[in-house]
């Protein structure tokens, strides 16, 4: 097939379900009094709350995750595999999920805060510790993949010259990285500055980001401009995010790299103090929220039992939902499959196609959505499909679709630089052999990377099953979904709807636990 019409499939894909949204925003933004809008003070407040929370989870999270990146990419150790898996759990897990367990690792602080330590009680407290949970692994994998490859002679030469090895790594390491570097805060920025449901449920109404308050405004004062206007400024935070991590992050850096180099040397001694950091943030602030809502999701009462699973048949305390779990589930399962199917074929396509066109502003075209919100793009869906002509708003199609398109910057930034590190050569032998681009897709690309294509595929299944920002806006009635069925419950008093939400968030943590784990065992770092 001609490889500008396959260039014409997603760019339309785009068009239609982002551009033209955004483009509907934008101008209704600007129809209204926007100006007297955005310098109300409490929008103000709003604007700067989200810019400088933002960059205080990116400042903690970048200085957290370059000793993680070092001990699980630059050293070796027994079960680093699995590691690295277990830290991308809470990256990919959903946002309410995410919220739910720090609702219950706040609880769990109760007692602290007791004794004394009362800024354990404020929300942006959590709002921060939330975001580290949740970036941590983007920010390790992104400088890890990229440490990793880095050549230990010169680090070696050092150490024989008496240099230690913090000291090795902070003025030999450390500058080799920051492209690496650069982007990672660039994507923890954009991610923390359009975070949704973390804000939502545990700023408990007492803080809002810009997100939370264009979801206010659109869906409960029914202030369609007032929305607008915020998503104008929501746009140009993250405009400005991307265009700074990439010009400070030249070239392309992927989550992580396919190859690795050479093998790396086991941990000893001197790398004690990153072992020790690391360990700290993975137990204390990795897998404790998750282990603490799967023991409440047994927990009944004084006892433990399986009657918050049990629950799950019914539709709450005093019938709260509309629709059961299971139906909520099924919808969920069933948008999950289109969606990833959607981003993962475009994804892989447009990543082919960079590889062949090294075009910037087709990388760029498709990069822009990753900097927008799920809650910006919801809002542009409901403005835009609602007309007689196109009434896809009508359609249970709408939710998919959406989750499509959140999904495939994803799946391009993780299949593209593996397709970049496979090089010229055996693309060239192939085509020297008489290949088509076909056949060397098939037999030489695919193969090679077969391992990152895997992940992608499940990481767009993740992300589209537990994505909450849009179909708050769009999954209603009938339609709804898992994540907005917990959201729902955890925002309604009631022992039993505390259970089932509970019950729920283990069942999402526990799949998507099994999922990275399937994925760790058949990815591959090195292609043959």
């Given at each position: 097939m001609n490889r500008k019409i396959l260039g014409a499939l997603p760019l339309v894909f785009i068009a239609v379900l982002f551009y033209w949204p955004i483009s509907n925003i934008t101008a209704l933004g600007f129809s209204g009094n926007w100006i007297s809008t955005l310098f109300e003070p409490k929008t103000l407040s709003v604007i700067w709350f989200t810019i400088w929370q933002a960059a205080l989870s990116t400042a903690v999270t970048i200085a957290l995750a370059i000793p993680g990146a070092y001990v699980l990419y630059r050293k070796s150790f027994l079960g680093q595999r699995i590691i690295r898996a277990l830290?991308?759990?809470p990256f990919i897990l959903p946002s309410i999920v995410v919220a739910v367990g720090f609702t219950v690792f706040r609880n769990a602080h109760q007692f602290w805060i007791d004794l004394g330590f009362s800024f354990l009680s404020e929300p942006i407290y959590w709002i921060i510790a939330a975001h580290v949970f949740v970036n941590y692994s983007i920010a390790v994998r992104?400088?890890?993949g990229v440490f990793a490859t880095l050549d230990q002679e010169i680090e070696e030469a050092a150490e024989l010259d008496g240099a230690g090895r913090?000291?090795?790594?902070?003025?030999?390491s450390l500058p080799q990285l920051k492209p690496a570097v650069f982007s990672a805060a660039a994507l923890v920025f954009l991610f923390s500055a359009t975070s949704f449901g973390i804000v939502l449920v545990l700023g408990g109404g007492q803080v809002q980001t810009i997100e939370t308050s264009i979801y206010f405004a659109a869906t409960q004062f029914l202030d369609l401009q007032t929305a607008a206007a915020l998503v104008l400024v929501q746009t140009a935070i993250t405009a400005a995010a991307f265009i700074v991590g990439s010009s400070l992050a030249k070239g392309t850096v992927g989550f992580e790299q396919v190859f690795e180099g050479t093998p790396k040397p086991r941990v000893d001694l001197r790398d004690l103090p990153a072992v020790l950091v690391t360990g700290v943030i993975v137990i204390g602030l990795l897998v404790m929220p998750m282990v603490l809502v799967l023991v409440e999701a047994f927990r009944v009462g004084d006892s433990l039992g399986l009657q918050n699973f049990s629950n799950l048949s019914s539709r709450g305390a005093r019938d709260l939902l509309n629709i059961s779990v299971l139906d909520a589930a099924l919808n969920s399962v069933r948008n999950m499959a289109i969606a990833a199917l959607i981003a993962f074929v475009l994804g892989t396509l447009v990543s082919w196609l960079l590889v062949r066109t090294k075009s910037r502003s087709l990388d760029l075209a498709f990069m822009i959505p990753l900097g927008v919100s799920s809650v910006v793009l919801g809002?542009?869906?409901l403005v835009s499909f609602d007309s007689d002509w196109f009434p896809l708003r009508s359609s249970?199609?709408?939710?998919?679709?959406?989750?499509?398109?959140?999904?495939?910057?994803?799946v391009i930034r993780l299949v593209y630089p593996a397709l970049v590190s496979i090089g010229k050569e055996p693309i060239e032998q192939?085509?020297?052999?008489?290949?088509?681009s076909l056949q060397i897709w098939r037999f030489v690309e695919s193969g090679m990377i077969k391992g990152v294509l895997l992940t992608a595929l499940g990481y767009a299944a993740i992300i589209s099953v537990g994505e909450f920002g849009a179909s708050s806006f769009l999954a209603y009635g009938s339609e709804g979904t898992i994540p907005t069925l917990l959201f729902r419950l955890i925002a309604r008093p009631g022992e039993q709807n505390y259970g089932m939400a509970m019950a729920i968030s283990a069942i999402m943590i526990i799949f998507v636990w099994s999922v990275m784990l399937l994925l760790s065992k058949y990815a591959r770092t090195r292609q043959s």
């Open positions: 830290i991308t759990v992104t400088i890890g913090l000291r090795t790594v902070l003025t030999i809002f542009g869906f249970w199609l709408i939710v998919p679709l959406a989750q499509a398109l959140i999904a495939l910057p994803m192939a085509s020297i052999d008489g290949a088509s």
